[in-house]
């Protein structure tokens, strides 16, 4: 017995709501043939062995992303990232979350193709990022391969500016540490001397989060068979509200100390926190 080919196909949704490629329309549980010599992007009906490969040619968050049966002759380009049939059979279109499931090897990503877990971005083989192509993690930026910038192209850690081999930097190709500014005035302090101080460990004594893994109840999961296979979803906080939710978690204590921070201006906190007591 011939083993059933599974593969993926990325369509276009007309304003009727059906199946477009290229001009064709195309139906669930329907099959659709094209008649003459199979030939990669002139003639057949195109497809991807791998559901990520569909990206290269569909947005996978964007386009109609549908698990197909292949039934044809087939031929594939010279990478296999493409393939060309005569005959198809469109099974389903996958949910969203499906598409997730499915794109990433890591867990609990709501951007595509990540190795790693809890991504928001694409492309990430670390964690956390909400930027693309990061092997570092907690990336904001691109193509980072240290952690926790908001710039791209560091190999250092906790760069804002690009191209950094430093750590905490703003500037762009910069290999020594700066003194750094806080509420907008100078102070003596490096960006090392102001983490291994008591500030820093109040500031991070609390719990700060911009997304939150949330898992789907029993009831939810029963009701939604894509809801069962991933679990839950990344909730995500704006940040001011995340701000509120970090303060409130902290002691009083640490509030205190917060606010003995050189240079501390309430209105300035408040203006980027949120936050007024």
């Given at each position: ?9 990325g ?7 059906n ?6 329309i195309?139906?669930?549980g329907?099959?659709a ?6 030939e990669m ?14 990206h290269?040619?569909?947005?996978l ?9 292949i039934?044809?002759?087939v031929?594939?380009?010279n ?10 059979k ?20 709501s ?24 092997s ?20 250092g850690?906790?760069n ?65 068979k ?13 940040y ?6 970090w ?7 640490d ?17 980027i ?5």
């Amino acid at each position: 017995m011939e083993l059933t080919k599974i593969a993926y196909k990325g369509f276009d949704v007309d304003s009727n709501g059906n199946l477009n490629c290229r001009g064709k329309i195309y139906k669930v549980g329907e099959i659709a043939e094209t008649k003459g010599k199979l030939e990669m992007c002139k003639n057949g009906i195109h497809f991807c062995w791998r559901l990520n490969d569909v990206h290269n040619y569909y947005n996978l968050k964007e386009k109609a992303i549908c698990k197909v049966e292949i039934l044809g002759e087939v031929i594939n380009d010279n990478d296999m990232l493409k393939s060309c049939t005569d005959k198809i059979k469109v099974l389903e279109i996958l949910t969203k979350e499906q598409v997730f499931a499915i794109s990433n090897t890591g867990n609990y990503n709501s951007g595509y193709r990540n190795s790693g877990d809890r991504n928001s971005g694409n492309y990430n083989s670390g964690y956390y990022n909400s930027g693309y192509y990061n092997s570092g993690n907690y990336n904001s930026g691109d193509y980072n391969s240290g952690d926790w910038n908001s710039g791209d192209y560091n190999s250092g850690n906790y760069n804002s500016g690009n191209y950094n081999s430093t750590d905490y930097s703003s500037g762009i190709f910069c290999n020594k540490q700066e003194k750094i500014r806080i509420f907008n005035f100078e102070t003596n302090m490096t960006h090392k001397e102001f983490y291994n101080s008591k500030y820093w460990e109040a500031l991070n004594s609390g719990s700060f989060y911009l997304t939150e893994w949330v898992y789907y109840t029993e009831k939810e999961k029963a009701e939604d068979k894509a809801k069962e296979l991933i679990g839950g979803y990344l909730k995500k906080y704006e940040y001011k509200e995340a701000c509120k939710r970090w303060w409130d978690s902290l002691s009083n204590n640490d509030k205190e100390t917060i606010q003995s921070i050189p240079n501390f201006d309430k209105d300035v906190f408040k203006d980027i926190t949120g936050i007024t007591n």
